[in-house]
C-alpha cells in the first residue's frame, strides 16, 4: 500500500484590495474602465476617449473638464478649493466636479460627461 499525506490548504484571508471601475456616460452606450486608486475621472476619461473637455490638459486650470457623479460619490477625493473656484458652492445640487481634480479612493464610481462647449 502507497502511504499517502493528507493535508488542508489552509490559506489566510487575503485582504481584497478593490480596483475602481468607473462607469461613463455619454451619449452612446455607457463604458467602464478599471483605474488605480488615486487615479483621476479624467484619465478615466481619457482611457476610452469619452470626449472631457478640457484645455489645460488635467492641470486644474481651465475649469473644464466637467463630470457629474451619478453615483459613487463617496469613493472620491473631497470637493477641492480649485473645484469650488470653477464651480462655486453648488455641489450639493449640480454633483458636478472637474474630472482632473477628482481621485478615485476605492469603490466604484458611474459619471456623466457634462459638456459646455458646443
Ligand atoms: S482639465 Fe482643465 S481643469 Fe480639469
Redesign the pocket.
Known amino acids: 500500500m502507497t502511504p499517502t499525506v493528507d493535508f488542508v490548504l489552509d490559506a489566510p484571508d487575503l485582504p481584497v484590495r478593490p480596483v475602481p471601475l468607473v462607469t461613463i456616460r455619454g451619449t452612446g452606450e455607457p463604458v467602464a474602465v478599471d483605474l488605480p486608486v488615486g487615479a483621476t475621472l ?1 484619465e478615466a476619461g481619457a482611457r476610452v476617449s469619452a470626449g ?1 473637455d ?12 466637467r463630470v457629474k457623479i451619478v453615483a459613487g460619490a463617496e469613493h472620491l477625493t473631497p470637493y477641492s478649493d480649485e473645484e469650488r473656484k ?1 464651480l462655486g458652492n453648488v455641489y450639493h445640487l449640480t454633483r458636478v466636479r ?4 477628482s481621485k478615485l479612493s476605492g469603490g466604484d464610481v458611474t459619471i456623466e460627461v457634462v459638456r459646455r462647449r458646443k
Open positions: 479624467f472631457i478640457t484645455a489645460c490638459v488635467g492641470k486644474g486650470t481651465c475649469g473644464l473638464c470653477h472637474l474630472a482632473c481634480r
